[in-house]
């Protein structure tokens, strides 16, 4: 199995603003306890992203993958509004573990999303072979989608699904209409089963809820563009341990055949991310 979003750091108040004060989250999370549940969970590999919006961070998750023999690749993040952009992505598409990108688009408004700084830096970075992961809500999705079709050289990775608001027992049409609407694009390369726990809005995690929200996203993208991801320790918020998450994807996934399997769990991030 692949772990294709995972995140590591070294804790600070000051460094991580965003992380609840006295949560599960705030602590360290580095090498030692990446690879401690990634073996207990027979995780072969993973792919860790950006967490903070620094240069410094991503220079630190490229020295961390070049120490450890689980992370197969990093998604960092560069000043892509940066009229020096085209420069720094000169720099770092030399370093092997760097597959692709990440703005923290969730957090922006909508006319963020037609920045022609921003956009200039999606177009420089078309011309590497690094891909952009889309880290958006469900409302985001329409103006999303008309952001990437300025761009269709940019393969393009959905995390979490595109974070639908979630609610036991039925799916949110507005998601299902725009995970529809982008999955037509060939250049949406890839969609992430993760981050769904913490945009459950029920006081209780109801698994066949979030089962449903996975088939649906492998009926809308294929077996060839899903794959697995565990979001922790962010999914720490909902869940009790990284294991958890792992034995509910592997249920979600027990109606596929075993070839399918095996690319929803590794394939389909080994070839999407290069690893």
Known sequence: MIDAHHHLWQYSPEEYPWIPLGSALADHFLLEQLH?????????????????????????????????????????????RDEGIAALLDHF????????????????????????????????LAQTHLRYDL?????????????????PELPIIIDHIAKPEIHRGRISERWKKGMQEIAKRDHVIGVKLSGMVTE????????????????????IFGTHRVMVGTDWPVALLRLSSYQQWIDFLRHFLDRLTPDEQQAILSDNAVRCYSL
């Open 36 to 80: 401690q549940v990634t073996t207990q969970a027979g995780v072969s590999g993973t792919v860790v992203v950006q967490a903070r919006q620094t240069i410094a961070e991503t220079q630190w998750l490229l020295s961390l993958a070049a120490k450890s023999p689980v992370i197969r690749g990093v998604v960092g993040w560069l000043p892509l």
């Open 200 to 219: 459950v809005r029920d006081e209780e995690i109801c698994e066949e809820t979030l089962r449903a929200y996975a088939e649906e996203t492998i009926a």
């Open 93 to 124: 598409q030399h370093e092997s573990a760097l597959k692709g990108l990440r703005h923290v688009l969730q957090e922006e408004e909508d006319a963020f999303f037609q920045c022609p700084d921003f956009h200039r830096g999606l177009a420089a």
């Open 135 to 151: 880290l958006v809500f469900e409302r985001q999705l329409d103006i999303a989608t008309t952001m990437i079709d300025q761009h």
